[in-house]
Every structure is written in C-alpha cells, then in structure tokens.
C-alpha cells in the first residue's frame, strides 16, 4: 500500500503561486493513477485534479482550469500540483491519494491519502 506524502503548502498571497509536491515513503507511485483533493474548514472534501498512471489523462475541476496545473515525473516519483492566480477561496488542506481506477476521479473512489499540507491564501 502506497504512503503519500504531500509538500509545498503555505501561506502565499492572492495572486500568488504554490507548487504542490506528493511522493511515497514506501513503494513507488510511478503509472498508478493519483488524485489531488482539497477540503476547506466546514466543506467537503472536493476533486482538484487527477492523472493517470501513465499521464496521458488529465482531469480538473472546472473551476480551476487554467490556472492549476498536475503533471508527474515518474523518475522523481512525484505528482506535482502547480496552483497559480490564487485566491482566498483556494484556502484549504491539499491531499493526494491513490485512484482505484485510472479513469474516475473521486474523492470516494482513493486511497492511501496522505496526511495533506495546508495552503492558506491570504493578504
């Protein structure tokens, strides 16, 4: 079983840019299908974005195409987020896990989640 480990969270102004990192201390994560999630204080835990193993599938929430990005780098054994034009309501605890598919991007169909890392935009 894969555990993640999610880094690169902060507190960075709106308008601002983070870049998420998530990686194993354990087996690799390389070709298996990860999810991004966020969930803000008193919300859900939501899609952000996922990829399959092979990272010829990309899938987003549609409120934040264009300006985050997931791509992976299987010799590093990482999935990266880049988040750029932050605002406020990006505030939350970002978490990668595992898909159990390669296509079905859901927070209600992973796992091995990480312990997430915490991204706070604010002025």
């Known amino acids: 079983q894969l555990q993640l480990v999610e880094s690169g969270g902060g507190l960075v102004q709106p308008g601002g840019s983070l870049r998420l990192s998530c990686t194993t201390s354990g087996p690799t994560l390389n070709y298996k299908p990860i999810g991004w999630f966020r969930q803000a204080p008193g919300k859900e835990r939501e899609v952000v974005s996922c990829i399959s193993g092979s990272g010829g599938r990309l899938d987003y929430a549609d409120s934040l195409k264009g300006r985050f990005t997931i791509s992976r780098d299987n010799a590093k054994n990482t999935v990266y987020l880049q988040m750029n034009s932050l605002k406020p309501e990006d505030t939350a605890i970002y978490y990668c896990?595992?898909?159990?598919?390669?296509?079905?991007?859901?927070?209600?169909?992973?796992?091995?989640w990480g312990q997430g890392t915490h991204v706070t935009v604010s002025s």
């Open positions: 896990a595992q898909l159990n598919t390669q296509t079905l991007c859901d927070p209600l169909s992973a796992r091995s």
